[in-house]
């Protein structure tokens, strides 16, 4: 239900199922995290497929499979 990725003391993000869906929430870091190139912003940011996360200057693709 929930999965955190980056970087502790650099980025931290935290992806959360819900039952609306995947959202992404900034944790750590002085800089939001990004997908498809904009802003998260300080509140939970609603995931879809394929989108692209770029945390701690990484980039990764979301993706849904067959659950």
Same mark, same amino acid.
């Not at 300080?42 to 659950?67: C, P, S, T």
């Given at each position: =239900?929930?999965?955190? @990725?980056?970087?502790?003391?650099?980025? +931290?993000?935290?992806?959360?199922?819900?039952?609306?869906?995947?959202?992404?929430? #900034? &944790? *750590?870091?002085? +800089?939001?995290?990004? +997908?498809?190139?904009?802003?998260?912003? =300080?509140?939970?940011?609603?995931?879809?497929? #394929?989108? &692209?996360? *770029?945390?701690?200057?990484?980039?990764? *693709?979301?993706? @849904?499979?067959?659950?």
């Amino acid at each position: =239900a929930l999965t955190t @990725l980056g970087k502790i003391g650099v980025q +931290v993000a935290a992806i959360t199922k819900r039952p609306s869906g995947y959202f992404i929430t #900034h &944790v *750590e870091g002085r +800089v939001l995290p990004m +997908v498809n190139g904009m802003s998260t912003g =300080a509140q939970a940011f609603a995931l879809n497929d #394929h989108d &692209v996360i *770029e945390l701690a200057g990484v980039k990764m *693709e979301f993706y @849904l499979g067959n659950a």
